[in-house]
């Protein structure tokens, strides 16, 4: 398992719209000393237009985003960077998840495909930190970064909808992944980011780690 004393591997933190993976992979990075990779949604020109038209869109922003985060492995695949340890603020096998959800049955036979194409070529993670919060917390979280063209996820019952179909898809999905040891964090009780006896408390956790599936919340201190 990745020491997080010290980081080597990778660790990628996890979790639906708004809940705050890349200000934890931030955070902890600069904790660790490690390499930091992000998502570029803003990279994506088909994104915008997904949440005006999903059904007209959706598989050009599944494969855009697809592409994008399998070259941005390839870019740190020299052995000597993942020494160095790296956190990134996305796990490439989760990227299903929005396939099921948005594209048509005949597209989505195309993407398994290609998904399945690209990722041996994707380096399997050390570790991955999950974390989950309920609608209400994701909406205000959305509506705090104020990113517009997201706005159709707290204000249009459609895009409500799919935003709890998607954290339900997360929590199945994380519920059966066994490809790597998965640290579970409530965020909506530990407030990552903005409080730093919540943050001092994971990585301490985290280092103490022994199970291949622990939990971080009110009950597990």
């Known amino acids: 398992m990745v020491s997080v ?18 200000s934890l992979a931030r955070r902890l990075a600069h904790r660790l000393g490690a390499e930091l990779l992000l998502e570029r ?16 869109h959706a598989l050009a922003t599944q494969l855009c985003f697809l592409f994008q985060r399998i070259d941005q492995f390839r870019a740190l695949a020299q052995p000597d ?9 996305f796990l490439f096998d989760k990227d299903p998840l929005f396939a099921q959800l948005t594209l048509a049955d005949d597209e989505f036979a195309l993407y ?13 993670p050390d570790l991955v930190i999950f974390l989950r919060a309920p609608l209400a917390v994701l909406q205000a979280r959305i509506a705090r ?3 517009s063209f997201e706005n159709t996820l707290i204000t249009d019952d459609d895009g409500a909808r799919y935003l709890q179909a998607l954290a339900a898809a997360y929590d199945r999905f994380f519920q059966r992944y066994d490809e790597a040891p998965v640290f579970i964090v409530d965020a909506a009780r530990a407030n990552l980011v903005d409080e730093q006896v919540d943050f001092d408390r994971l ?6 780690m022994r199970d291949r599936r622990e939990v971080l919340d009110e009950d597990h201190p």
């Open 5 to 22: 004393a010290r980081a080597r591997g990778l660790i990628a933190v996890e979790g639906v719209i708004g809940v705050g993976k890349t």
């Open 41 to 56: 949604p803003e990279d994506n020109p088909f994104l915008a237009r997904f949440y005006a038209d999903g059904a007209r």
């Open 81 to 89: 960077l993942f020494r160095a340890g790296t956190v990134s603020d």
């Open 112 to 124: 398994e495909r290609i998904f399945a194409t690209l990722k041996p070529q994707a380096p399997r």
């Open 145 to 147: 970064r104020g990113r």
């Open 203 to 208: 990585v301490e956790r985290l280092a103490s």
